[in-house]
């Protein structure tokens, strides 16, 4: 994956799957911290605690049509390459948040590509989900 923008559509892609409705994205960089936080809300059906546990292994997936499910392993991947780590909360009917912690200045750190056009295109393609997106940087 080459920038924080494709992730961000993988990640969204299966929460669409997962029907959601409304879907937050976040990402949130500070100086002082050098951390630059991904964090992905849906009201989706979510994971009960044995799907959450599988559902980074990149051999585990729930589509019919293939058997391996790159989009978690692959974030889990670029998080670990920056120093970062990664939380994966859900539960049946509640939904799931993924949080993606990576170290801003780390030159393994993905760019973020072009976030504006991704969020357009992810409302084009799909007008009843609800999407809420926030670009927060702390410069101090
Ligand atoms: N937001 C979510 N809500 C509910 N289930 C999810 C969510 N995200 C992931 N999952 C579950 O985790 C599995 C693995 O997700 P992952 O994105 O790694 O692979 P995939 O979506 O199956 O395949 P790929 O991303 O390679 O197309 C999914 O098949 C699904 O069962
Ligand atoms: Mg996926």
Same mark, same amino acid.
């Given at each position: 994956?080459? +920038?924080?923008?494709?992730?961000?559509?993988?990640?969204v892609e299966n929460s669409i799957r997962a029907k959601a409705k409304n879907i937050t994205i976040r990402l949130t960089e500070n100086a002082k911290t050098d951390l630059?936080?991904?964090?992905?809300?849906? +009201?989706?059906?979510?994971m009960d605690e044995?799907?959450?546990k599988r559902?980074? +292994?990149?051999?585990?997936?729930?589509?019919?049509e293939k058997k391996t499910g790159l989009g978690l392993a692959?974030?889990?991947q670029s998080v670990e390459e920056a120093e970062g780590s990664m939380d994966l909360?859900?539960?049946?009917?509640?939904?799931?948040?993924?949080?993606?912690r990576f170290k801003r200045s780390h030159i393994n750190r993905k760019p973020l590509g072009d976030l504006e056009e991704t969020v357009r295109c992810l409302k084009a393609t799909h007008?009843?989900?609800h999407f809420s997106?926030?670009?927060v940087v702390h410069e101090e």
């Open positions: 994956m080459e +920038d924080l923008s494709l992730h961000i559509l993988d990640i630059l936080v991904l964090t992905i809300s849906d +009201d989706g059906e979510g044995a799907h959450v559902s980074t +292994d990149p051999f585990f997936t729930t589509k019919s692959f974030l889990t909360t859900s539960a049946p009917g509640r939904g799931t948040t993924v949080t993606a007008p009843d989900v997106f926030k670009h």
